[in-house]
């Protein structure tokens, strides 16, 4: 196993939580937005904790999939979430 499939592993879980691709066991998408945290929080410890170690395709490499999924987060983050409080607070309204 090489650097690149080890980051593409935390990678493609911090999309299934992001709820951009679908979980392979249900067929679902789903968000889990504290999942996709802490995925993103394992790959920053990876980098703190093999900095100066990785050649620069690597570091290249962890750098962007930490990127792209923060600006996912950031973005998934301000969107409404719809869930069971927004379903049970329209109950107390009808």
Request: negative net charge.
């Amino acid at each position: 196993m090489n650097f690149e499939i080890l980051v593409s592993i935390f990678e493609a879980s911090g999309w299934q939580a992001l709820g951009k691709i679908p979980n392979p066991v249900s067929g679902k998408t789903e968000l889990n937005l504290p999942a996709a945290e802490n995925t993103i929080e394992i790959l920053i410890l990876l980098r703190e904790k093999s900095k100066g170690n990785l050649t620069p395709d690597e570091e290249k490499y962890l750098s962007a999939a930490i990127a792209n999924l923060q600006l996912n987060y950031a973005a998934e983050k301000e969107k409404p979430q719809t869930g069971a409080a927004e379903k049970e607070g329209a109950a107390k309204e009808d």
